[in-house]
């Protein structure tokens, strides 16, 4: 219930971006938001599971999936921060090379 609250709130804000309503002022918050998708897509079901398998026995489920969200959402932001960023222009680099030389 809680995610499929969250998908409606993400549907009607973009709704409401797309018709002019809402203007994105802070586009640095919204390419950070973009950024962590992938990580968050890879991470989620792996390292969440694992963590509400070990801990459900000591902490209840509905406030371990809160605790899990933040920490699969950090998760997801560090890996695009400090290893997505950096690589980045390298590897772009290195595929217009292999690219250019076809």
Known sequence: ???LSLISVIYFL??????GIVSPKDRKFYFTLG?????????????GKAVIDYFSAYISEEVL?????????LLAYLVFRFFEQPIAPRLKRKLEQLITSR
């Open 1 to 3: 219930m809680v995610s």
């Open 14 to 19: 973009m709704h409401l971006v797309c018709l």
């Open 65 to 73: 999936i809160f605790v899990v969200i933040g920490i699969v959402l």
């Open 35 to 47: 950024g962590i998708t992938y990580p968050l897509y890879l991470l989620h079901n792996v390292i």
